[in-house]
């Protein structure tokens, strides 16, 4: 029987800060689409959160036949769920979470339920999670983007992702897991959170969706779970792309680049040229040579198109507000 139901999207990306949210409050809200749909935000102790990513990891290792009923009685289930949280915490430990939630209504087979228990329901496709997840990917990727932004003068560091899940709501408020196969990106920044760096993911997230197949390529080049050969190639077209798009032209990237260097940062454009013609040189003989040429300089691209889109964004906002 096919119905409409309203569905809770959450997923959960680390965040090292090395003293906590700037204020009193645990949870900060950061702006993003004004999409009553979705919601983005920093938080010391999602708990609720990251209780849906447990209970989801605990269905998910008894969901081979004969499993699922052994958490039936509440005692075996909340010790089944402390110890999926106890595996979470041995492998990713963070001060500071970035949290996303969003909601739409699906289309749902109830016939597709499979388990109910006094804390939750369990479904195999009543739904689709790939496309209850799909229209929030942009919003979240613009808000990782700019928080690695707001952070890279402090340091920049892979992206992983803790967990995501969608599930439906009764009127009790008991969730209704779906369990299908789905496809999701991996995302944790190192680097101490600010006033500043709050503000300064705001302003970045106004003007990310001008870059975002920028933002996108800097996303992917931290996934923690890409190759190096994956991030650095992701790492330089984000570089090379962020070039001609803010430089357009014919003439060459390094005289592009620049040109841009000295409109961004006349003081360290010397310097900068410099480093954009090492990083060029170890792109070109590692793809146009036979000879190995060292570790990827992933590290150092990321630094110098951080700083420059940043410097870009920043440049062009006045401009945005005073229109």
Not at 24 to 33: I, Y
Not at 67 to 82: A, R, V, Y
């Amino acid at each position: 029987m096919q119905q409409m139901e309203m569905c809770r999207f959450v997923e959960v990306y680390g965040f090292s800060a090395s003293s906590g949210l700037p204020t009193a409050e645990s949870n900060v809200p950061l702006s993003g689409p004004r999409d009553t749909g979705f919601s983005a935000a920093l938080n010391e102790n999602p708990s609720s959160q990251l209780r849906h990513l447990d209970t989801h990891a605990t269905i998910s290792s008894r969901l081979l036949p004969g499993g699922l009923p052994s958490l039936s009685d509440p005692k075996t289930c909340e010790q089944e769920i402390q110890k999926a949280r106890t595996r979470r915490e041995r492998s990713s430990v963070y001060n500071v979470y970035v949290v996303f939630e969003g909601s739409t209504t699906v289309e749902f087979n109830s016939n597709t339920a499979t388990f109910q228990s006094s804390e939750f329901n369990v479904c195999l496709d009543g739904f689709s999670n790939s496309t209850v997840a799909a229209p929030f990917q942009n919003p979240i990727r613009d808000v990782l983007c700019a928080l690695v932004l707001s952070h890279s003068r402090h340091s920049i560091e892979p992206i992983k992702r803790i967990g995501s899940v969608c599930f439906l709501i009764d009127s009790s408020n008991k969730p209704t897991y779906n369990f299908n196969p789905s496809v999701s990106a991996q995302i944790s920044l190192a680097s101490p959170t600010s006033v500043e760096i709050i503000d300064d993911t705001t302003k970045f997230l106004s003007m990310l969706p001008n870059y975002d197949k920028i933002s996108g390529l800097i996303v992917n080049s931290l996934d923690g779970d890409a190759s190096a050969l994956q991030s650095f190639i992701s790492a330089w077209t984000a570089l090379e792309i962020f070039v001609n798009m803010t430089q357009p032209g014919r003439c060459s990237l390094r005289q592009k680049f620049v040109s841009i260097a000295k409109q961004l940062d006349p003081s360290k454009a010397t310097s900068d040229e410099k480093e954009f013609a090492r990083l060029k040189n170890w792109r070109d003989s590692y793809f146009h040579s036979s000879h190995l040429v060292g570790d990827f300089p992933t590290s150092s691209i990321h630094n110098l198109l951080m700083k420059y889109l940043s410097l870009r964004i920043h440049s062009e906002t006045p401009r945005r507000n005073a229109g």
